[in-house]
């Protein structure tokens, strides 16, 4: 019985293909999903940052223009709570520092975002002019100068933290889907597959039909069915035709007069003998059917057996005389006239031997005549 290997199964190919399938969109929106929260996520990060400075601005031109560095360094770590600030400092006019701070150290350990997004530090200077309500000032003066060491990457350690786990979720939901895709095909075509191609191994050499697959009556694997059903059908024809045939050419052969043998184009094996064969050669059906041409003309060997099978597929039929060993070990005569057939898809050699006895002692007899007559002139 032919089987298919698990590696060359059109329907594991075509699941794994699925699976694939599956696992690469999946993949392609998980990705897209922790694109679009990463911009929402600066997005928001920034516009935070904008309105802390908005909303310290006025307080901070009243520290530097008072040079009142404890209020400067309260504003200043005020705004160092903002996630996406690296550190900043306050200026009077003339560029004295008067607060200063930064944040810890960035944790590096965010891969998901360090492929986002480059590792850069943005720097901004934003000038600190008088507010327009206190009048006391110069209109036009400066008071001072804040500065801003801006990281966007420190605003993304809680959405890190938050992919992370949903890149986990997405992992789970992926491997879900896979084992449950692979359950529902294994049970709607592998699983009918297999079991019709078992049926068509086991029953299409009985010649029996094959029975549909339950709710495959009319998909493309009952149409799989019926088509191999009609084949073994036709088979089934052909087969019963083909053995009418054999029987026909069988009979024809029996009712011979001359002796009739098939060989094997290969080995000179004999495969079928009429029963004028057995009668000439004085063998039972039995011993001769396990003989070779070589066993009943010894003079012959393989090359000259190859010779004349070539001159006999040449020519579509040869005629030669030979001597044939019968079973008392008596050289017999013999005028053959051969051909080609195939029978069964066996390449044989089909060969009507004339029993030339008769006719030799025929022309013994009468070669003596003409010879006494001959001597009486």
């Given at each position: 019985m032919i089987g298919v290997k698990r590696a060359d199964s059109l329907a594991i190919r075509a699941v794994f293909s699925a699976l694939i399938a599956v696992m690469l969109v999946s993949m392609v929106f998980s990705a897209a999903q922790v694109y679009l929260e990463f911009q929402d996520e600066l997005k928001a990060d920034r516009l935070a940052l904008s309105r802390a400075v908005s909303a310290s601005k006025p307080a901070l031109v009243?520290?530097?223009?008072?040079?009142?560095?404890?209020?400067?360094?309260?504003?200043?770590?005020?705004?160092?709570?903002?996630?996406?600030?690296?550190?900043?400092?306050?200026?009077?006019?003339?560029?004295?520092?008067?607060?200063?701070?930064?944040?810890?150290?960035?944790?590096?350990?965010?891969?998901?975002?360090?492929?986002?997004?480059?590792?850069?530090?943005?720097?901004?200077?934003?000038?600190?002019?008088?507010?327009?309500?206190?009048?006391?000032?110069?209109?036009?003066?400066?008071?001072?100068?804040?500065?801003?060491?801006?990281?966007?990457?420190?605003?993304?350690?809680?959405?890190?933290?938050?992919?992370?786990?949903?890149?986990?979720?997405?992992?789970?939901?992926?491997?879900?889907?896979?084992?449950?895709?692979?359950?529902i095909l294994r049970?709607?075509?592998?699983?009918?597959?297999?079991?019709?191609?078992?049926?068509?191994?086991?029953?299409?050499?009985?010649?029996?039909?094959?029975?549909?697959?339950?709710?495959?009556?009319?998909?493309?694997?009952?149409?799989?069915?019926?088509?191999?059903?009609?084949?073994?059908?036709?088979?089934?024809?052909?087969?019963?035709?083909?053995?009418?045939?054999?029987?026909?050419?069988?009979?024809?052969?029996?009712?011979?007069?001359?002796?009739?043998?098939?060989?094997?184009?290969?080995d000179g094996e004999i495969v079928y003998a009429n029963q004028a064969a057995f009668h000439l050669l004085d063998f039972s059906e039995s011993e001769l059917l396990n003989k070779h041409i070589f066993d009943i003309s010894p003079s012959l060997d393989a090359i000259e057996w190859n010779e004349r099978v070539r001159i006999v597929t040449a020519n579509r039929s040869h005629q030669r005389e030979g001597t044939l060993l019968a079973r008392s070990g008596d050289q017999i005569p013999v005028e053959s006239t051969s051909s080609t057939i195939s029978l069964?898809?066996?390449?044989?050699?089909?060969?009507?031997?004339?029993?030339?006895?008769?006719?030799?002692?025929?022309?013994?007899n009468l070669a003596h005549a003409q010879k006494l007559t001959a001597l009486g002139e």
């Open positions: 009243n520290a530097a223009y008072q040079l009142d560095s404890v209020l400067a360094q309260q504003l200043i770590n005020g705004l160092l709570m903002n996630e996406i600030i690296d550190a900043v400092r306050l200026e009077d006019d003339s560029g004295a520092v008067l607060a200063s701070g930064s944040n810890p150290p960035l944790d590096e350990s965010m891969p998901l975002v360090s492929l986002l997004i480059d590792k850069s530090i943005t720097r901004e200077a934003i000038p600190l002019f008088k507010d327009p309500i206190d009048a006391s000032a110069d209109s036009s003066g400066l008071y001072g100068t804040l500065h801003l060491s801006i990281e966007p990457r420190r605003g993304m350690q809680g959405f890190s933290e938050r992919n992370r786990q949903f890149l986990w979720i997405a992992i789970l939901r992926i491997i879900l889907l896979v084992v449950v895709l692979t359950f049970r709607q075509i592998i699983s009918p597959l297999q079991h019709v191609i078992s049926d068509i191994q086991s029953l299409s050499a009985l010649g029996l039909t094959i029975q549909k697959p339950k709710r495959h009556e009319q998909d493309e694997i009952g149409v799989l069915v019926s088509e191999v059903n009609a084949s073994i059908e036709r088979q089934k024809d052909q087969l019963k035709q083909i053995a009418e045939n054999e029987q026909r050419l069988i009979l024809i052969l029996d009712g011979a007069g001359d002796a009739c043998l098939l060989f094997d184009l290969i069964n898809g066996r390449a044989l050699l089909l060969s009507f031997m004339r029993d030339m006895r008769s006719r030799k002692r025929l022309e013994t």
